[in-house]
């Protein structure tokens, strides 16, 4: 089994009790929408509370409302906008506050760009680097010294494939999730034997409304986008499988391509991309 497939079993404190076999409480961020909305809808599903977390009270209420009505769970909510550098510490005090015991941390909230950095608004760029990276490793960081003294707990972060080259015309987006996977990849492996997981989820084009917001929805590489269902149920999956990452919501033409980047001349490759993001 390779290093990336690494399994663990769900510990005893990842269920409600070891009887039901209901996974414990999930903290997950930018649960208002696509991906997040979707992990969310996954976890409530199998049984699990929620503690969503995004900066639409309004869309997460509702969330709410639908999921306790559907499945009988605890569901809390959290506005919090996660460009605020204090919004992770007051979303940890306000769950131990609540005697919340969280299961498992899924940061997921974030948002990207089209453009060319020069050009750019670096106000945006500045709270992209902070919710895309600062925001999730304070909250790991949080919650994780619960996990290991716990000895469970799962982490599942949200990273991209394109962490995977950088990115021209999204030069801040693509290097934040170069940091998410190795960030995630570095702390899993630290991690080892504890009975904590971390999980980096790289998915390919998805569509969740991130893409229009970002101003890439009329790009070609978003057509045929995988839903965000899709990817959220792999992600998961590995998730609960303690794996190290996995690679998501691409065809098979853009896996092959995957599977070559390490091969290809940078400049070639990067050539390559800023064409693909060029409109």
């Known amino acids: 089994m390779s290093d990336r497939e690494r399994i663990g079993k769900p510990m005893a404190h990842e269920r409600n009790t070891e009887t039901t076999g209901k996974p414990g409480a999930a903290l997950i961020t930018g649960a208002s929408s696509g991906i997040g909305e979707a992990l969310a809808r996954i976890h409530a599903e199998n049984g699990g509370d929620l503690v969503l977390v995004a900066r639409r009270r309004d869309r997460l209420e509702a969330l709410k409302h639908e999921l306790e009505t559907a499945h009988g769970i ?4 959290l506005a919090e906008d996660l460009a605020d550098e204090s919004a992770p510490r007051r979303i940890y005090d306000r769950v ?7 299961a498992f941390l899924m940061n997921n909230a974030g948002f ?3 453009g060319r950095f020069d050009q750019g608004d670096w106000s ?15 909250l790991t ?11 469970s707990g799962r982490i599942l972060n949200t990273s991209s494939s ?11 987006y693509y290097a934040s999730k170069a940091y998410v996977t190795s960030f995630s990849n570095a702390v899993s492996e630290e991690l080892r034997g504890t009975g904590v997981t971390v999980t980096a989820i790289m998915p390919g084009p998805v569509d969740t409304g991130f ?28 998730m609960m499988n303690g794996r190290l990452e996995i690679i998501t919501g691409m065809s098979a033409m853009q896996r092959v391509m995957v599977q070559l980047l390490p091969f290809a001349p940078k400049r070639l490759v990067l050539k390559i991309i800023h064409r693909m993001q060029t409109a």
């Not at 131990?96 to 969280?102: F, P």
């Open 74 to 77: 605890a569901v809390t909510v």
């Open 96 to 102: 131990k506050r609540d005697g919340i015991e969280i």
């Open 112 to 114: 990207g760009g089209l």
């Open 124 to 138: 945006a760029d500045r709270a992209m680097i902070q919710v895309n990276m600062i925001a999730l490793t304070a």
């Open 141 to 151: 960081r949080l919650f994780l010294p619960d996990f290991v003294a716990r000895g």
């Open 162 to 172: 394109g962490a995977l080259t950088p990115g021209p015309m999204q030069a801040v």
């Open 211 to 238: 893409e229009q917001a970002a101003g890439m929805g009329k790009l070609g590489l978003y057509k045929g986008a995988s839903s965000a269902r899709t990817v959220a149920e792999d992600g998961y999956r590995a």
